[in-house]
């Protein structure tokens, strides 16, 4: 069974930084692509991120490229996003999902495991 939990969400202040994390489980990690995806109050799913099976082909939405980092460490089954420079429109709650293919996505529909979200509020 696949599980996705993520981790590291919180308030702070615009220009601050946060680290995400997203433990996986139940599945081959190395084998699959992992994407991150937000969601702020009364918007729809959006892309922020992904990366391949082995951690050389990344994607990023316009929105937070040169600001964000997603990264992965297939021997702890851990994919992260480092967010810096922070803004206020960042503010979300983001979301780790997995796919059954080992390239990357950008498309909600592309991705078959979801875990539960963790909190991002950027102050102004």
């Known amino acids: 069974q696949v599980h996705l939990v993520e981790s590291g969400g919180g308030l702070v202040p615009a220009e601050d930084s946060l680290r995400l994390s997203c433990a996986a489980s139940g599945f081959t990690f190395s084998d699959y692509a992992m994407g991150w995806f937000r969601q702020a109050p009364g918007k729809g799913r959006e892309f922020v991120a992904s990366i391949n099976s082995n951690g050389e082909r990344l994607a990023y939405d316009d929105s937070v490229k040169g600001r964000f980092a997603i990264s992965r460490d297939n021997a702890k089954s851990m994919v992260y996003l480092q967010m810096d420079t922070l803004k206020p429109e960042d503010t979300a709650i983001y979301y780790c999902?997995?796919?059954?293919?080992?390239?990357?996505?950008?498309?909600?529909?592309?991705?078959?495991?979801w875990g539960q979200g963790t909190q991002v509020t950027v102050s102004s």
């Open positions: 999902a997995s796919r059954s293919s080992p390239v990357v996505a950008v498309a909600t529909s592309a991705y078959d495991y």
